[in-house]
Nanobody, 122 residues
Framework: QVQLVESGGGLVQAGGSLRLSCAAS????????IGWYRQAPGKQRELVAS????????YATSVKGRFTISRDNNAKNTVYLQMNSLNPEDTAVYYC???????????????WGQGTQVSVSS
């Protein structure tokens, strides 16, 4: 089973920056995709950014040019989400997730972190 530990949320003023981190650990064969979703009050959960095992990245249109997802050079199962130029619309609970394979013969599963609150004041 994989575990995800998130950190880095908090309260920041509009225009500020935060960095989220997510560290995957546990017993698994491989992680195919790891990234972040977010959910604001009254809204559906949406993909923010993801990075694949081949280093291909995806971003929501609303965060392109402001957010950057990257992998720790020394711990490939740790990823960071650098969030710059934050605005109040970025306020949400941010959930780390991963698509992983438990063993060589297993199908892909999704695992979610516990979530971390990001609040941006105007």
């Amino acid at each position: 089973q994989v575990q995800l530990v998130e950190s880095g949320g908090g309260l920041v003023q509009a225009g500020g920056s935060l960095r989220l981190s997510c560290a995957a650990s546990g017993s698994f064969f491989s992680i195919n995709v790891i990234g972040w979703y977010r959910q604001a009050p009254g809204k559906q959960r949406e993909l923010v950014a993801s990075i694949e095992s081949g280093e291909s990245t995806k971003y929501a249109t609303s965060v392109k040019g402001r957010f950057t997802i990257s992998r720790d050079n020394n711990a490939k199962n740790t990823v960071y989400l650098q969030m710059n130029s934050l605005n109040p619309e970025d306020t949400a609970v941010y959930y780390c997730y991963c698509n992983y394979v438990q063993s060589y013969y297993s199908s892909t599963q999704i695992y979610w972190g516990q979530g971390t609150q990001v609040s941006v004041s105007s």
